[in-house]
């Protein structure tokens, strides 16, 4: 079979008619793995401003896309912590008191990424490296890197822009938290929930006069590195680079 052929059927939906004849450790009743990546004793974190006491975020959905789209040019503002906040918590926040509701769905309510932040300028945090943790709604503080900005751009394959974004969102994919439940089928969902998670962001953005474009286009490798992930239970699926709007 052709390569393009083989990567065509990973578009198709035909495992599900071989739902009883996969391999799935749900079914063999072993345990879920969790659904927040966990950390050291010697964390240290940031807290982030909760949902209730958003005062960001208020205009009218039909407005947020109507104005959506991918941009590429940034002022020098930094964002508030409010609004990485609101953004954070409209792509992955919890939302129930049950770990699958958030405010993107997921099939199965896996949800199976983790979302890292690379910083520059958001007020109240030093540039460095960030993970979410949407259960907590706080920040887990993974350490500054030098000449970050310039690095994640070389690491987007020389896309310019993305060191002129106030912050870089990456998302992980953690495949085990689908495979548990969905076999040789997660990996497809896998691939639709991440674009559940970035246009949530498109939308959050307008919402905050930000901009914000979509990167598919990555090395894996590096970036799987900067991230400190290994590549195979965890990697770099998608991402997303944002600044507060260049009206011009
Ligand atoms: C999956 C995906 C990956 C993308 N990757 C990149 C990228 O790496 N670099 C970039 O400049 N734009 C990227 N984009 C943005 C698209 O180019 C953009 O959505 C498209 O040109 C349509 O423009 P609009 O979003 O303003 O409607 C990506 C968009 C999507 C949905």
Same mark, same amino acid.
């Given at each position: =079979?052709? #390569? ?21 450790? @749900? /079914? ?6 969790? !659904?927040?990546?966990?950390? +050291? ?12 006491? !958003? ?14 789209? #991918? *941009? &590429? ?13 609101? %953004? ?7 939302? +129930?008191?049950?770990?699958?509701? &958030?405010? $993107? ?7 199976? !990424?983790?979302?890292? %932040? $690379?910083?520059?300028?958001? /007020? ?13 709604? &706080?920040?887990?503080? =993974?350490?500054?890197? @030098? ?11 020389? @896309? ?9 969102? !990456? ?5 085990? *938290? ?25 939308? $959050? ?14 090395? @894996? ?6 991230? +400190? ?20």
């Amino acid at each position: =079979m052709k #390569s393009t052929d083989n990567n065509r059927n990973f578009l198709k939906a035909y495992l599900w008619d071989k739902w009883g004849q996969l391999d799935r450790d @749900q /079914e063999k009743g072993v345990p879920a793995p969790p !659904f927040q990546k966990p950390y +050291g004793d010697d964390a240290s974190f940031v807290e982030l401003i909760k949902p209730e006491d !958003f005062n960001v975020g208020n205009i009218a959905l039909r407005e947020a896309l109507g104005r959506r789209r #991918s *941009r &590429r040019r940034f002022t020098g503002d930094p964002l508030t912590l409010e609004e990485l906040s609101w %953004l954070l918590w409209s792509a992955q926040g919890v939302t +129930g008191d049950n770990e699958g509701r &958030r405010t $993107a769905p997921s099939a199965g309510g896996r949800h199976p !990424f983790e979302t890292y %932040l $690379a910083v520059n300028r958001v /007020e109240g945090l030093r540039p460095g490296l960030y993970r979410y943790l949407p259960f907590e709604h &706080r920040l887990l503080v =993974m350490g500054e890197v @030098q000449g970050l900005e310039e690095r994640m751009a070389e690491v987007c394959h020389g @896309q310019k822009f993305v060191a002129g974004a106030a912050v870089a969102f !990456f998302w992980t994919a953690l495949p085990y *938290r689908a495979e548990w439940c969905y076999s040789l089928i997660s990996h497809k969902m896998i691939a639709i929930d991440a674009g559940h998670l970035c246009q949530n962001l498109y939308l $959050a953005c307008e919402a905050i006069d930000a901009g914000v474009c979509a990167i598919g286009k990555y090395s @894996q490798h590096k970036m799987d590195h900067l991230l +400190g992930v290994d590549g195979t239970d965890e990697f770099a699926i998608y991402g997303a680079v944002v600044g507060k709007t260049l009206h011009k």
